[in-house]
């Protein structure tokens, strides 16, 4: 009769939905756990990071802490909403359109305790800390056996399935805008025991699964996970496991990790006393070649230092071209897998050491698997034969040591920037007409940002209603460098460069960065900003670090905005005016005056108050007369000056500049110390009346869609 040290049992394979289902079929064990061979041999790893939507598909076995992507199991149609936004009193009117899906995810064929971190397409979406980066309604079923259907698929489905025992997560109208409209590959950190598990109690807890009873003894690594996903028998996916850690099935009924503790057995000494005549059982040794191990043991991993990512960690003994690979289905620490590879090296070395011992019969309690200290030497038991009242025992040697510890490095994870989005910042602004622009209908420009590196883009909704219903207007597709002055920056001449002037301003996040332009540059719109309500360009802007900067080699009073040169103060607001990265709300002339409520609608913004502005004119508001002058003609007063045009900024060669109204026309008010003395409009720029004695103001303002910003001249 004799007994092996053989695989572990069963060909239990995994099943779509049911979970495990096989059968221990006749208490056989399946030696090829145990198989080696050259080449880089072994099973491959489970992909736990790819979705899938298949009919049959496996549900993985996870114990432990570990990442997968599961089965969608049940999805709605896609939904479509469609927006209008503009018409009616908000001119012209466009319609826009947002998709949602609904879905469910099979994760686990048992219960969990819960989930960490959700990735989709690979980024963060729900963090460390269970806060989801943007706005998602979720619910997690833990697969409990009285779990009760989800409420949105019975909803749909009306005799709805509760899919007891499966652990599954609902979305509910997950916005597909941020994944190109379509539905994003999720994978979710999935915690199905509370902390690392012992591996030599996951074995044993998974043959139990199967109805097989498998004791576990000796020594077995702490794993932060497992991962079996894929359909085949489990000691297919369990081999590379067993000979990763030196683990043995002793006779099929109990499976040996190493660590054992060692029987001292004085061979020579039982042999002398129970031999039959006095003839000594036989003891061989022999070594097997250096050739019959490998060169070099690599192990596949799921790496928990980069958000279980497949690692490779490698251990090599000699030089040489034979490779002895396996894939685990473990989560490990980068240097636990560089050990598994050193130990496995150091006990393939020392089983090279093989040995036949013949013992008489009242040694029959060793059993394969035993560590036997033989001559100051530890052997394991692999094989036991018991003829005729003599043990014969087959033994290999264990290694004396463990391999010692060496510095491994996981590499990084690929950083997608997977911070909390936070609040956005809003600035909403009344511009005069930017480069490029035309329009005869007011417009306002929302510029957005965020403190928190994780800001990306947020979408603005308006209500005209005071907060009684608000509709979507449109989204800010990039952050824009904005925040606050330090310092005042003094009145200049808007006429040429403020080379004396200079202003201190401090921006809202880390990530915004402002930088130097040429002059030539600048004179061709770069580095335009606005500061209070006057638009700037600058050509220098130096880092003062902590996110502020000081900016010189100034224009000023740009697009028209010379009234506002002098006007400024500490905390005025700057915004750099990217037309590219803004979001222009469109407004009908009935809205001049009104109010409007602006929110932005962000991943962090479900707090985050509306911002209540006015509609303004700036856009269509002429610009104020220049060059003002006056003179007394035959007892009469003459006056003279220069229109000039919003959307005429640049100097054309051999031709006027665009007047930018649909009529040229002037409203001129006289005025003394009592009050108005005369008025008029008129279509040219000039106007007379009668002489009067000073001191007298005229006040022109040029007509157009509104009433434009007036000049004002001094008449002593």
Same mark, same amino acid.
């Given at each position: 009769?004799?007994?092996?040290?053989?695989?572990?049992?069963?060909?239990?394979?995994?099943?779509?939905?049911?979970?495990?289902?096989?059968?221990?079929?006749?208490?056989?064990?399946?030696?090829?756990?145990?198989?080696?061979?050259?080449?880089?041999?072994?099973?491959?790893?489970?992909?736990?990071?790819?979705?899938?939507?298949?009919?049959?598909?496996?549900?993985?076995?996870?114990?432990?802490?570990?990442?997968?992507?599961?089965?969608?199991?049940?999805?709605?149609?896609?939904?479509?909403?469609?927006?209008?936004?503009?018409?009616?009193?908000?001119?012209?009117?466009?319609?826009?359109?947002?998709?949602?899906?609904?879905?469910?995810?099979?994760?686990?064929?048992?219960?969990?305790?819960?989930?960490?971190?959700?990735?989709?397409?690979?980024?963060?979406?729900?963090?460390?800390?269970?806060?989801?980066?943007?706005?998602?309604?979720?619910?997690?079923?833990?697969?409990?056996?009285?779990?009760?259907?989800?409420?949105?698929?019975?909803?749909?489905?009306?005799?709805?399935?509760?899919?007891?025992?499966?652990?599954?997560?609902?979305?509910?109208?997950?916005?597909?805008?941020?994944?190109?409209?379509?539905?994003?590959?999720?994978?979710?950190?999935?915690?199905?025991?509370?902390?690392?598990?012992?591996?030599?109690?996951?074995?044993?807890?998974?043959?139990?699964?199967?109805?097989?009873?498998?004791?576990?003894?000796?020594?077995?690594?702490?794993?932060?996970?497992?991962?079996?996903?894929?359909?085949?028998?489990?000691?297919?996916?369990?081999?590379?496991?067993?000979?990763?850690?030196?683990?043995?099935?002793?006779?099929?009924?109990?499976?040996?990790?190493?660590?054992?503790?060692?029987?001292?057995?004085?061979?020579?000494?039982?042999?002398?006393?129970?031999?039959?005549?006095?003839?000594?059982?036989?003891?061989?040794?022999?070594?097997?070649?250096?050739?019959?191990?490998?060169?070099?043991?690599?192990?596949?991993?799921?790496?928990?230092?980069?958000?279980?990512?497949?690692?490779?960690?490698?251990?090599?003994?000699?030089?040489?071209?034979?490779?002895?690979?396996?894939?685990?289905?473990?989560?490990?620490?980068?240097?636990?897998?560089?050990?598994?590879? *050193? @130990?496995? /090296?150091?006990?393939?070395? &020392?089983?090279? +050491?093989? #040995?036949?011992? $013949?013992?008489?019969?009242?040694? !029959? %309690?060793?059993?394969? *698997? @035993?560590? /036997?200290?033989?001559?100051? &030497?530890?052997? +394991?038991? #692999?094989?036991? $034969?018991?003829?005729?009242?003599? !043990? %014969?025992?087959?033994?290999?040697?264990?290694?004396?040591?463990?391999?010692?510890?060496?510095?491994?490095?996981?590499? $990084?994870?690929?950083?997608?920037?997977?911070?909390?989005?936070?609040?956005?910042?809003?600035?909403?602004?009344?511009?005069?007409?930017?480069?490029?622009?035309?329009?005869?209908?007011?417009?306002?420009?929302?510029?957005?940002?965020?403190?928190?590196?994780?800001?990306?883009?947020?979408?603005?909704?308006?209500?005209?209603?005071?907060?009684?219903?608000?509709?979507?207007?449109?989204?800010?597709?990039?952050?824009?460098?904005?925040?606050?002055?330090?310092?005042?920056?003094?009145?200049?001449?808007?006429?040429?460069?403020?080379?004396?002037?200079?202003?201190?301003?401090?921006?809202?996040?880390?990530?915004?960065?402002?930088?130097?332009?040429?002059?030539?540059?600048?004179?061709?719109?770069?580095?335009?900003?606005?500061?209070?309500?006057?638009?700037?360009?600058?050509?220098?802007?130096?880092?003062?670090?902590?996110?502020?900067?000081?900016?010189?080699?100034?224009?000023?009073?740009?697009?028209?905005?010379?009234?506002?040169?002098?006007?400024?103060?500490?905390?005025?607001?700057?915004?750099?005016?990217?037309?590219?990265?803004?979001?222009?709300?469109?407004?009908?002339?009935?809205?001049?005056?009104?109010?409007?409520?602006?929110?932005?609608?962000?991943?962090?913004?479900?707090?985050?108050?509306?911002?209540?502005?006015?509609?303004?004119?700036?856009?269509?508001?002429?610009?104020?007369?220049?060059?003002?002058?006056?003179?007394?003609?035959?007892?009469?007063?003459?006056?003279?000056?220069?229109?000039?045009?919003?959307?005429?900024?640049?100097?054309?060669?051999?031709?006027?500049?665009?007047?930018?109204?649909?009529?040229?026309?002037?409203?001129?008010?006289?005025?003394?110390?009592?009050?108005?003395?005369?008025?008029?409009?008129?279509?040219?720029?000039?106007?007379?009346?009668?002489?009067?004695?000073?001191?007298?103001?005229?006040?022109?303002?040029?007509?157009?869609?509104?009433?434009?910003?007036?000049?004002?001249?001094?008449?002593?």
């Amino acid at each position: 009769m004799a007994t092996l040290v053989l695989g572990v049992v069963g060909r239990a394979v995994l099943g779509p939905v049911g979970g495990l289902v096989g059968t221990l079929l006749g208490g056989v064990v399946d030696r090829r756990l145990l198989g080696g061979g050259g080449g880089r041999a072994g099973a491959r790893q489970a992909a736990p990071e790819l979705q899938a939507a298949s009919y049959g598909e496996p549900l993985p076995v996870v114990r432990g802490r570990m990442r997968v992507s599961g089965n969608v199991v049940w999805a709605a149609p896609v939904r479509e909403t469609t927006t209008r936004s503009g018409g009616g009193k908000r001119g012209p009117a466009t319609t826009s359109y947002a998709y949602s899906a609904s879905f469910a995810v099979a994760l686990a064929a048992r219960p969990i305790v819960g989930i960490g971190r959700v990735w989709a397409d690979g980024k963060l979406l729900r963090d460390a800390g269970g806060q989801w980066l943007q706005p998602v309604t979720m619910r997690l079923h833990q697969g409990g056996e009285r779990q009760l259907p989800d409420p949105l698929i019975a909803a749909a489905e009306g005799d709805a399935p509760a899919f007891r025992g499966i652990a599954y997560a609902v979305f509910e109208d997950l916005a597909l805008a941020e994944f190109g409209n379509r539905l994003p590959n999720l994978s979710f950190e999935l915690i199905a025991d509370d902390g690392p598990v012992a591996l030599g109690s996951v074995l044993g807890d998974l043959a139990a699964g199967i109805g097989v009873d498998l004791p576990v003894r000796g020594d077995f690594p702490v794993v932060t996970g497992v991962h079996i996903g894929t359909t085949g028998p489990l000691g297919d996916a369990l081999a590379p496991v067993l000979k990763a850690t030196g683990a043995v099935m002793a006779g099929g009924q109990a499976l040996v990790g190493p660590g054992l503790a060692a029987v001292t057995i004085d061979a020579a000494g039982a042999a002398d006393a129970d031999a039959p005549g006095g003839r000594k059982p036989r003891d061989r040794q022999r070594r097997a070649a250096a050739a019959a191990t490998p060169d070099a043991i690599e192990l596949g991993y799921y790496d928990v230092d980069r958000d279980y990512q497949p690692g490779l960690q490698r251990a090599r003994l000699r030089v040489g071209g034979r490779v002895d690979g396996d894939g685990l289905p473990l989560a490990l620490t980068a240097a636990a897998a560089k050990s598994l590879c *050193g @130990d496995r /090296l150091l006990r393939l070395a &020392a089983e090279r +050491q093989q #040995r036949t011992l $013949r013992l008489p019969w009242r040694f !029959l %309690g060793i059993a394969p *698997g @035993d560590v /036997l200290r033989l001559d100051g &030497a530890d052997w +394991q038991v #692999r094989e036991t $034969r018991f003829e005729r009242f003599v !043990l %014969g025992l087959d033994l290999v040697r264990v290694a004396a040591i463990p391999a010692l510890a060496v510095a491994s490095d996981p590499g $990084r994870v690929l950083d997608h920037g997977d911070s909390a989005a936070g609040p956005t910042t809003l600035a909403v602004m009344d511009l005069p007409l930017l480069p490029g622009e035309t329009g005869d209908t007011p417009r306002l420009w929302v510029a957005a940002a965020g403190a928190m590196p994780g800001w990306r883009r947020a979408g603005v909704a308006i209500s005209l209603d005071d907060g009684a219903s608000y509709e979507a207007a449109g989204m800010v597709p990039t952050a824009v460098a904005m925040g606050r002055a330090l310092t005042v920056l003094p009145g200049a001449d808007p006429a040429g460069w403020d080379r004396l002037g200079h202003v201190d301003v401090e921006l809202v996040a880390e990530t915004m960065w402002l930088e130097d332009r040429s002059e030539a540059s600048v004179l061709a719109g770069a580095n335009m900003g606005l500061l209070g309500q006057e638009i700037i360009q600058f050509a220098v802007a130096e880092a003062l670090g902590n996110r502020r900067f000081r900016l010189s080699g100034l224009l000023r009073g740009r697009r028209g905005t010379d009234h506002a040169v002098a006007g400024h103060a500490v905390n005025d607001r700057f915004v750099l005016l990217d037309m590219a990265a803004m979001l222009a709300l469109p407004m009908p002339l009935e809205r001049l005056g009104q109010p409007l409520l602006v929110r932005p609608t962000g991943p962090g913004d479900a707090g985050t108050p509306p911002q209540s502005v006015t509609v303004g004119a700036e856009a269509i508001r002429p610009l104020a007369p220049v060059h003002l002058t006056w003179s007394r003609v035959g007892g009469a007063l003459a006056f003279r000056w220069v229109a000039q045009s919003r959307v005429g900024f640049g100097w054309p060669d051999l031709t006027d500049v665009p007047a930018g109204e649909v009529q040229v026309a002037f409203r001129v008010v006289l005025r003394d110390t009592a009050g108005v003395v005369a008025e008029a409009e008129t279509a040219a720029a000039q106007w007379s009346t009668a002489d009067r004695a000073g001191p007298l103001w005229l006040d022109v303002a040029q007509l157009g869609a509104t009433l434009g910003r007036a000049a004002t001249l001094f008449i002593p």
